[in-house]
């Protein structure tokens, strides 16, 4: 079982809510990387105006040996990929865009494809959640590229419905472009936070709505498995799937590792050697 959730969770606690310091914030994701639960944590989110400083804390570890994901305009690809490789200790996995306003998707991808032309670097695009979205699907598809769905946020707009992003699932799956989701996704189950009051996606509920999809469910019967809060369902769901799921949906960005990894162990999906029990990690 746990093979299915290996590389899931992408490292971004550097970003909102938990807007950790970057001193705190590598030492918490090396501390991560030497865990029973290791093989969960994936890359190292850092934005790009940050580099600087996570240079001067990375300074000394081992060369390449710290695997980060750059979020950044179209425009600083090249220049991003120019300040990683002078990290000595730093590896560039991806760096993941958000298209410009107005821009093309052609256009976003065809720069893309330029700008990373023989490098060894993953490309996510950010899909609009607008009219451009099938646009931009259509111009991932037969690339290496991936996407990329924002499913929350620090304001209420920046959570889609069940049925808008059951949408986008359903597209991406059906146009074979792998993906990646970012913000919002706090706890495994679909919840309403007690303190925004903020009805938040699941990140177990989308992986079961993503395999779901993979086998031919429609759009209403992917909304119905995002929008379901009993955890024994989604747990059990969960329990019957198979690992290649994780070939489509990839990865996720979690402000803490600690918080998923707790609540799998709690839902039976993990080994309880696998509780976070370093108090510096909370």
């Not at 598809?141 to 699932?169: D, F, I, N, Q, W």
Request: net charge negative; aromatic share 4%; proline share 7%.
């Amino acid at each position: 079982m746990s093979r299915l959730f290996d590389g899931l969770l992408d490292d971004a606690a550097l970003f909102p809510p938990a807007d950790l310091e970057m001193p705190d914030a590598v030492v918490a994701h090396l501390a991560h990387r030497s865990s029973a639960y290791e093989a969960l944590v994936g890359t190292f989110v850092v934005a790009a105006q940050d580099l600087e400083d996570l240079a001067a804390e990375v300074a000394g570890l081992p060369p390449r040996s710290v695997r980060v994901s750059v979020t950044l305009p179209v425009a600083s690809v090249c220049q991003v990929v120019g300040a990683t490789d002078r990290i000595a200790a730093v590896r560039l996995g991806a760096v993941e865009a958000v298209p410009p306003p107005g821009r093309s998707a052609d256009m976003v991808v065809g720069q893309l494809r330029s700008l990373l032309a023989e490098r060894p670097v993953t490309a996510y695009v950010e899909v609009p959640r607008d009219e451009r979205r099938d646009d931009y699907i259509a111009a991932l598809a037969g690339t290496t590229m991936r996407a990329k769905l924002r499913t929350g946020g620090v304001v209420a707009e920046l959570y889609p419905s069940c049925e808008e992003l059951a949408g986008s699932v359903v597209a991406l799956v059906r146009a074979g472009v792998p993906f990646k989701a970012t913000a919002g996704l706090h706890h495994a189950i679909r919840n309403t936070d007690p303190v925004t009051g903020f009805d938040q996606h699941g990140f177990l509920n989308l992986i079961v709505a993503t395999d779901a999809a993979i086998h031919g469910a429609e759009v209403p019967a992917v909304a119905e498995l995002l929008a379901e809060r009993d955890p024994a369902t989604v747990a059990h769901r969960a329990r019957l799937l198979d690992p290649e799921v994780r070939s489509t949906f990839l990865s996720f960005g979690t402000c803490s590792i600690a918080d998923p990894v707790e609540e799998l162990v709690a839902l039976g999906l993990l080994p309880t050697d696998h509780r976070v029990i370093q108090a510096a990690l909370r």
